[in-house]
C-alpha cells in the first residue's frame, strides 16, 4: 500500500517537471526581455509543451504513477490537462502578436516551420473536442481511441519541431539536450504502452474456463492464468484491462472490467459483466477455451486501503455491484471484522445480480456483519422492498446514525455517483470519507 507521501511526492515531480523549461529560459533571460506579452506567449507554449510529454507518462499505465492515485483519478486528470494544455498553445501565438510579434505571424507568415506548429495547433484542438464530445457526437470508443492513439504522437513531434526552429529559448544548449530527453522518454514510453507491453501479455495469455450467466444480460467470465505461471496479485476491489482472443469473427478490443472475485481464492479470478455496448453485447458468446491478454491490477477502490474504517457502507448502481462482490468475499473468506451497510439501487428484480449470495452472506451473521437493502427504480407489484431513487431522504433514513462515522463507498453510473457525493457533502460526510469508482475512465 503506498504512503501517503508517496503520493505528494508525485505531485511535487509532476509541478517540478512541468516548470523546469520556464526556470532554465528565466534564469538564463533571454531576448527580448522586456516584452512582456511576447514573453508570455513564450512561456505558454513551453508549458504546453511539457504537460503534452507528461501526458504520456499519464496515459502510460506506469504503476509508479498510478498506484497513489489509481486510474479513476489519473485518467481524468489526464484529460483535463489535455484541455488546459490545449489552451495555453492556443493563447500562445496571439500573445506573440500582441508582444510584437506582428499579425503576420498568424495570417501572413509561410515559414515552414511555422505551418508545422498551425498544423500541431489545429490537430490538438480537433483531439481536444473529440475528446470532450465524444459521446453527444455519437463516436464510438473505440474509433476515438485509435484517433487519440495516432494523433498524439503526431501532435507531439509536431510540437517539438515548430518550437525548435522557432524559438530563440533553442539557442541554449541546456534547452536544446532537455527537449531531446523530453522527446526520447515520451517515445520511448508509448512505444512500451502501445507496442511491447501488448507483444508481452499476448505471448502468454490467460484462459477462459468458465462462463456463467448470472442474469438475462451479465455474464461471469472465469480466467486461470497461464500453465506454469501464478494468478497475479490483486487487492479485492481491483479492475483490469481484458483483451477478448475468442476469434469466430467476434471482436478483439481491449476493455476494462472490475475484478469480482475474491484475492483470496487461488489459481483463478473472474470478471462479471453487463452487455451494455456494442462489445459487450457479445459477452455471452465467449466460450471456456477462449484465450485472453490481461493487464493488471489497476485502481485502489478498496476496504484493504483504510484500515482505520470498520463500519462502511456500499453504495452500487446497477453492474457497479462487482467490486463490492470482490470486498465482501474477501471479507468472508478472511474473517475480516468489519460491519457494512450495501445500499443497492436497480431498476427491476430481475436486475438484481448476486441476490442469492448477498441473501446467505446477510443471514449467516459472521464477518462480515452485512445488512442489505434492495432498492428498484421500477419495482413490481408484489416488491415489498424500497421503492424509488437514492436520494438525500433514503439514503439519510437507511444509514440512519452510520452517516457520523462510517466510510462511504460508491459505484454507480457517473451522474448517480456524482449526485450522491454531493448528498453526502449536504449531509456532513467530508470527502476523506467518500471513495468512488466511476463505470468508465
Sequence with gaps: MPHPRTGLSRIITYLVLILLPLVIVTVYNLPPPDLFAYNLGRGFALLALTIMVLQVVLAARLKWVEAPFGLNLTFPFHRRMGV???ALLLTHPFLMVLGGGGWKLLLGDNTWYIWVGRIALLTLLINVALSVWRIPLGLSFEKWRLGHNISGPVILVLGFVHSWYASVDFTLGLMQALWVALLVVAVGLYCHHRFYTPSRLRRRPYQVVDVRQEAPNVWTLKFAPPPGQARFDFLPGQFQFVTLLRRRGLPEEEHHFT??????ETGFHTSTIKASGDFTATIGQTRPGDLAV???PFGRFSYILHPEA???VFIA???GITPFMSNLRHMRDVQADRRVLLLFANKTEGDIVFREELASMEAAGARPELQVFH???RPGETWTGERGHLDREMVQRLCGDRVQSSMFFL??????TESLRQILRDLGVPDSRISF????L
Design 310 to 312: 470498520r463500519d462502511l
Design 259 to 264: 475484478i469480482s472475485s475474491s484475492p483470496a
Design 375 to 377: 432498492v428498484l427504480s
Design 437 to 440: 469508482e466511476y463505470f468508465s
Design 294 to 296: 490481461i493487464q493488471a
Design 411 to 416: 459505484c454507480c453510473p457517473p451522474p448517480m
Design 84 to 86: 488546459f494544455a490545449a
Design 317 to 319: 448502481g446497477g453492474i
